[in-house]
Nanobody
Framework: QVQLVESGGGLVQAGGSLRLSCAASGRAFNRDTMGWFRQAPGKEREFVAA????????SYADSVKGRFSITRDLAKNTVYLQMNSLKPEDTAVYYCAAGPTLPIRLGVRPDEYHYWGQGTQVTVSS
C-alpha cells in the first residue's frame, strides 16, 4: 500500500523558511514524478513544484521560483520542499503527491498524480 506522509509544516513569520518532508513507502518510486501542491481556504489545489524521482528534471510554479526548491533523498525515500523567503500568500495546506512520469513534461495538474499525502499546514504571518 502506497503511503505518502508529509511533515514539517508550521507557523513562520514572513521572510522565514520551512522545510517540508514527504516520506514515501509501499513500493518503488523510481518511475514516478513527485510533486508538491497546496490549497488555501476557498481556493483550488494548485501546483507548487515537481521533480522526477530518479532524474534531475524539476518544475516550479512561477509564484515560487527562486524561493522554493524540491529535492529528494533516495536512501531515505523522502522528498523535500525547501521554502525560503516565505510570504503570507504562501499560507496553505501543502500536499505531497506521486504519479507516473509523463513523456514530455512533469505533471502540474492534480489529476496527473495518483497518490496523495494527508497534507501539512503552513501558515505565514505578516
Amino acid at each position: 500500500q502506497v503511503q505518502l506522509v508529509e511533515s514539517g509544516g508550521g507557523l513562520v513569520q514572513a521572510g522565514g523558511s520551512l522545510r517540508l518532508s514527504c516520506a514515501a513507502s509501499g513500493r518503488a518510486f523510481n518511475r514516478d514524478t513527485m510533486g508538491w501542491f497546496r490549497q488555501a481556504p476557498g481556493k483550488e489545489r494548485e501546483f507548487v513544484a515537481a521533480r522526477s524521482w530518479t532524474g534531475g528534471s524539476t518544475s516550479y510554479a512561477d509564484s515560487v521560483k527562486g524561493r522554493f526548491s524540491i529535492t529528494r533523498d533516495l536512501a531515505k525515500n523522502t522528498v523535500y520542499l525547501q521554502m525560503n523567503s516565505l510570504k503570507p500568500e504562501d499560507t496553505a495546506v501543502y500536499y505531497c503527491a506521486a504519479g507516473p512520469t509523463l513523456p514530455i513534461r512533469l505533471g502540474v495538474r492534480p489529476d496527473e498524480y495518483h497518490y496523495w499525502g494527508q497534507g501539512t499546514q503552513v501558515t505565514v504571518s505578516s
